[in-house]
Antibody
Framework: QVQLQESGPGLVKPSQTLSLTCTVS??????????WSWIRQPAGKGLEWIGR???????NYNPSLKSRVTISVDTSKNQFSLKLSSVTAADTAVYYC???????????????WGQGTLVTVSS | QSVLTQPPSASGTPGQRVTISCSGS????????VYWYQQLPGTAPKLLIY???QRPSGVPDRFSGSKSGTSASLAISGLRSEDEADYYC?????????????FGGGTKLTVL
């Protein structure tokens, strides 16, 4: 059974860079036609897709966040990571990592999710 | 302001059939598949419907999806108390600013 687990600081100061890592267990991050995504959810609000990466290194980012986002993958550690720069209070949210299965479900079909981690941006 | 538009709330009684709508545009729903997610309180979203009307293994056939033009809907028949959750639609968006996954604002379903 595939499991995803987010990790990283729960508190980030304004203007700094938010960094999170997602560790994948129960399967290789390199196998299959999967893509690995970050999605966030401010408290009491809806979901916002941040971006995705294939293990080839190919990425797609939300156009509204593109200038501040970097997603990378480390296949040797079975992990992928998110960096979001110049954060403000508006970036406070629960951040989820998720697996997408392009072959089975298509471009927006996320079949496995992490439990989510709350990141608060505050001084 | 979400790209896809959903009603903020919906409700029904046990056993009833309820539908949740999702409205988009030609760059998302009009030209790409629609997905539906169920989010129970305090948990991560769960894939409920993919490619407009397909159910992943384990999702009851009480849940069904449909799409017409730039709109889609999720139907839940035989409503049960455990269906009380937030429901989100999603789609790939071929916008001029770059490809993107867009979500609806979510619909809170209450089982009366």
């Amino acid at each position: 059974q595939v499991q995803l687990q987010e990790s990283g600081p729960g508190l980030v100061k304004p203007s700094q860079t938010l960094s999170l890592t997602c560790t994948v267990s129960g399967g290789s991050i390199s196998s299959g036609s999967y893509y690995w995504s970050w999605i966030r959810q401010p408290a009491g609000k809806g979901l916002e897709w941040i971006g995705r990466i294939y293990t080839s290194g190919s990425t797609n980012y939300n156009p509204s966040l593109k200038s501040r986002v970097t997603i990378s993958v480390d296949t040797s550690k079975n992990q992928f990571s998110l960096k979001l720069s110049s954060v403000t209070a508006a970036d406070t949210a629960v951040y989820y990592c998720a697996r997408g299965d392009g072959y089975s479900y298509g471009y927006a079909g996320f079949d496995y999710w992490g439990q989510g981690t709350l990141v608060t941006v505050s001084s | 302001q979400s790209v896809l538009t959903q009603p903020p709330s919906a409700s029904g009684t046990p056993g009833q059939r309820v539908t949740i709508s999702c409205s988009g545009s030609s760059s998302n729903i009009g030209s790409n598949y629609v997905y539906w997610y169920q989010q129970l309180p305090g948990t991560a979203p769960k894939l409920l419907i993919y490619r407009n009307n397909q159910r992943p293994s384990g999702v009851p056939d009480r849940f069904s999806g449909s799409k017409s033009g730039t709109s889609a809907s999720l139907a839940i028949s035989g409503l049960r108390s455990e269906d009380e959750a937030d429901y989100y639609c999603a789609a790939w968006d071929d916008s001029l600013s770059g490809p993107d996954v867009v979500f609806g604002g979510g619909t809170k379903l209450t089982v009366l």
